[in-house]
């Protein structure tokens, strides 16, 4: 969920949902090279003090390639292209690449955080457990 609060009293709203399914194949014993597919779900929506209209509805997809490596056994850095499409959108597409690095705390156990450049940029963090 993401929120812009503008000066003039309209808020514009994004809610998001994302599911995917990624694979990673090892091209060393340090280095995989990484693969995702997955399905989004976007609305978009203007507030203007009590009154609220859902601008629009849509779904899309994204694809990405990716390489992780190992600089030593708790730190991997990372780096990945990543093409979304909305149709719904007026044939919203955007390319973003994205770079960062992730600290293991233990085997299963890692925190991560990354910085992404397309149409939006930002960072984002992550905490991860593996089974």
């Not at 009293?9 to 014993?29: A, C, L, M, R, W």
Request: proline share 1%; glycine share 12%; aromatic share 12%.
């Amino acid at each position: 969920t993401q929120t812009l609060d503008t000066s003039g009293g309209i808020d514009f709203d994004q809610n998001e949902f994302t599911i995917g399914i990624g694979y990673h194949k090892p091209v060393s014993s340090t280095t995989d090279v990484t693969a995702k597919l997955v399905y989004i779900d976007k609305e978009f929506e203007l507030t203007n003090g009590s009154a609220s209209a859902s601008v629009t509805d849509g779904s899309g997809y994204g694809v990405g390639l990716g390489v992780r490596h190992k600089v030593s056994s708790q730190l991997e850095v990372n780096a990945a292209v990543d093409f979304t499409s909305f149709d719904e959108f007026v044939d919203d597409k955007d390319t973003a690449i994205t770079v960062g690095g992730r600290y293991y705390f233990t085997d299963r156990f890692s925190a991560g955080l990354n910085y992404t450049s397309g149409d939006f940029q930002g960072t984002g963090g992550t905490l991860r457990y593996q089974f």
